[in-house]
């Protein structure tokens, strides 16, 4: 029987096998188009935990999202770490029980009036063993812009992106499909990316922005300064967007601020740290 693991749980191998048959499924009875299908695809190789796998099958019919289980098909077994442990309990039972036996055996031998020695019973908890958990920090320090561009990296093989929008716990990307510079998807950003929409068309000729240049160390400090930049007391950053802002001023990071009392501002700066403009409430 499956066993319930959180959405933020490690995928395997035979996790993503079931999703590929899902998305092969979808794709033969119409659900998916050819561009929908070779997305998602692409994910799934990608996908590290069952929320990701999840998230490119949630709107389809009959999708049931995957769960790990005790049993992985005989190609995963020699390396999946969960089975190796399992074996790993299973073979220290079996020992136990082997010296069990054994012992009472030689007590018998030495003395066949003697009580006979049951075998000692060992038991083992499996569901007990903690479930991986990915940690989830807040996209707008520089520890969860570091896992963003790193999960960005490995997702996609680069850093780079048309713009960016960052949340607290969430971002969205636009950039241009793999070997198609005139097609512009749209992926929304969980600790996983999944297509967020329709593909659209893209001029050849769209500026990006590399992720890679811009300094995590100056654009967190002045992020812990922004409320004050812009005159917004106690103010929360509600968004960073990266793009190429055009007119030759090139890539730059807005970041705009609003407290509880609907007071906002917002300031522009380059990927070095370096503040551009800023737009205080109330100037």
Known sequence: MARPYPSTTRA????????????????????LDVEEHDLRTDLVADARTLGDLESLTSDLQDATPPRPTTSLRDA?????????????????????VAAGVAAFWFVGQDDADAAPVAAPTATADLDALPARVIPTPDLRTAEGLTQFIGDYRATFGDTVVDVLYVYDDDASVYRALPREANRQARYSYRYGFTPYGDVETRPIDTPTVDLATIDLTALTRVLDETPALVNVPDGDITVISVEDVGYGRGAAIDVHVRNEFDESGWLRLTPAGDVLDTYPFGG
Do not use: H, I, K
């Not at 395997?12 to 659900?31: I, K, P, S, Y």
């Not at 969960?82 to 136990?96: K, P, S």
């Open 12 to 31: 395997t191998n035979a996790d993503r096998t079931a999703v590929l048959t899902l998305l092969d499924a979808a794709f033969a009875d119409g659900q």
């Open 76 to 96: 995963d077994v020699r390396t999946d770490p969960a089975v190796r442990r399992q074996r790993f309990l299973a073979g220290t039972l079996a020992a136990a």
